[in-house]
């Protein structure tokens, strides 16, 4: 997924862009509205986490904005205030979910997660592909009943090819929801990941349609 966190608190942004990323996410961090805007505008999003206390601003007017202007990206609110009032508002303006801070990043990690699904319409977490059995939740997979490791970037691309499953994704498309804008892209990282999914979970899963990307059929 491609995760934009709007926050402020710089310390509390980069440990959710640490989490995330770990977690083979593509994550971009605004610090106040204008700078999410101009990110808004740039890039196509999976979740964004939005705080709501931002110095240029309120996250309920930019949220309630966006989804005026047609943004569909689920958004999870981070916020500190936790009152019953705060999340109705929040969820009136457009809002998928709601966290109270102090966070556990973990279960944040969680929500997004469960929002994009939803956002995708997928009808079930888990999927079966002949011998393989996939938990799109935990992010696990299975051969022959045998769990198989991933790596983080080897998980990113599997669950982008996943959630658009019977569309081609380009190779550009998958690279965007695999780096940030900080990171650097090799030029064939792309096919090294599919290259090496192949070899993990066999060749029948990934299609190549040549010239125009990859794709789960
Ligand atoms: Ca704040």
Redesign the pocket.
Known sequence: MRVLVI???ADLAEAIRTYLSRDGHAVDLAADCAEAGLLLDLAQYDGIVL????PDGSGLDLLRVRRRDGLRTPVVILS?RDRIGDRIAGLDCGADDYVVKPVDLGELAARLRANARRGEGAPGVELAFGPLRIDRARARVWRDGAEIRLTAREWAVLDALLAARGRVLSRQVLEDRLYDFDAGISGNAVEVYVSRLRGKLGRGLIETRRGIGYQIP
Do not use: F, P, R, V
């Open positions: 926050e402020d608190g705080d709501l206390g931002l500190a």
